[in-house]
C-alpha cells in the first residue's frame, strides 16, 4: 500500500454561512419519507400525542398512548379511525406530535423520534418523520453499518452521514421530504435501530462535517469496493475533486454498491489496524476539511 499521506485541518467555522443555514435549531431538522403513494398506515405513540391539523395548527384530538390508530386516504382528505369508526379530518395533512420530548411515536413497526407527518397527496398517503438532524443520525449509523464494528468506523460513518444529510437537504422537496430512508439516500431505521455504541459514537462526533472548498460535501459511500474505490465520474459522468480512486482496505470483500467515496468495510478494517475515524475519512475524501456547524445560544 505505501505510506498514507493524511491531512488534518480541522476548522471549527462561526461564518455567517453556517449561521444563517444551521446556526438555529429549526434549521437542523430534516425530514425523511418512510412511506409513500399508499392509501392506509397508522401511527402509534408511547405517550399521549397531539394530532394537530397540519394546514391550521387546530389540535384535532389527544391519542392514547401505546393504540395504533388508523388512518387512510378520503379522497383529498385525511380520515382517522377513532373508537371503531373513521372521522374525516377535513385536511390533506396531519401533523402528530409528542408533547414529552422522551416519547415516540410508531409507524411503519418502528419506533421514531420527532414528529410524524401524513400528507394526502392525489388520493395517496406520503409519511415523513420530521426530527432534528443529530437524531436522524443516531437512527442511520446502525443502519447502515454493523453495531459491532470498530468505534472509530461508526464515528467516520456519522461524519459522513451527516455531511451527506445536509448537502442533500431538499434533495426530493417535491415528495414532501429531504431523503429517503432507503439506501437510495440512506438507510435510516429509526430509534428501533439505536444502540450504545452507534449512539456514542454520533454524539461524540456532534456537528462534524467534511468540507471542500468551505462547502459542506455529500460524503458518498457504500458498503465495498472489492479492492479499489472509483471516481465519481465512472458512475455519474461528472468528476469530484475530493473524491479519486484508491485502495479501498477491502480485498476479499465481493463489490457491493457504487464503489464510489468510503469503502464501508474498508473504513472498519482500517479502524482496526488502529486509524482513527479522521485519519479514514481523509484517506477515502482527498483534500477535504473538517468543520463543525454552528448551534444555536442564548446570545444568537
Same mark, same amino acid.
Given at each position: 500500500m505505501g505510506e498514507i499521506k493524511l491531512k488534518f485541518k480541522i476548522f471549527i467555522l462561526f461564518f455567517g454561512l453556517f449561521f444563517a443555514l444551521f446556526g438555529a435549531q429549526k434549521a437542523q431538522a430534516i425530514r425523511i419519507g418512510l412511506n409513500e403513494g399508499i392509501f392506509k398506515t397508522y401511527v402509534g405513540s408511547s405517550q399521549n400525542a397531539n394530532f394537530i391539523d397540519g394546514n391550521t395548527g387546530k389540535l384535532l384530538f389527544v391519542s392514547r398512548s401505546?393504540? +395504533?390508530y388508523q388512518i387512510k386516504a378520503y379522497g383529498n382528505s385525511i380520515a382517522i379511525k377513532v373508537k371503531g369508526r373513521y372521522y374525516d379530518c377535513a385536511t390533506n395533512a396531519v401533523f402528530v406530535q409528542n408533547p414529552e420530548s422522551k416519547g415516540f411515536l410508531a409507524t411503519k413497526r418502528k419506533w421514531y423520534r420527532g414528529d410524524i407527518v401524513i400528507y394526502n397527496i392525489q388520493g395517496k398517503l406520503t409519511v415523513v418523520n420530521s426530527l432534528p438532524l443529530e437524531e436522524y443520525l443516531l437512527g442511520v449509523v446502525p443502519s447502515e453499518m454493523p453495531s459491532k464494528w470498530n468505534i472509530e468506523a461508526h464515528k467516520a460513518q456519522a461524519i459522513a452521514a451527516?455531511?451527506?444529510a445536509i448537502a442533500n437537504l431538499n434533495k426530493r422537496n417535491s415528495h414532501g421530504y429531504d431523503l429517503k430512508d432507503t439506501p437510495l439516500d440512506q438507510a435510516y431505521g429509526g430509534a428501533s435501530s439505536e444502540t450504545p455504541q452507534t449512539t456514542r459514537a454520533v454524539l461524540s462526533t456532534r456537528g462534524e462535517v467534511l468540507t471542500y472548498n468551505n462547502k459542506i460535501i455529500p460524503a458518498y459511500y457504500h458498503a465495498s469496493? &472489492? &479492492?479499489?474505490?472509483i471516481s465519481a465520474g465512472e458512475v455519474w459522468n461528472h468528476?469530484? +475533486?475530493y473524491i479519486q480512486s484508491v485502495n479501498s482496505f477491502d480485498w476479499g470483500i465481493r463489490k457491493n454498491g457504487h464503489g464510489v467515496g468510503m469503502s464501508q468495510h474498508g473504513a472498519n478494517n482500517m479502524a482496526n489496524k488502529g486509524y482513527s475515524a479522521r485519519q479514514i475519512l481523509s484517506y477515502f475524501y482527498k483534500d477535504i476539511n473538517f468543520a463543525k456547524l454552528r448551534t444555536k445560544t442564548s446570545q444568537d
Open positions: 401505546y393504540f +395504533p451527516r455531511s451527506y469496493a &472489492g &479492492g479499489k474505490t468528476d469530484l +475533486p
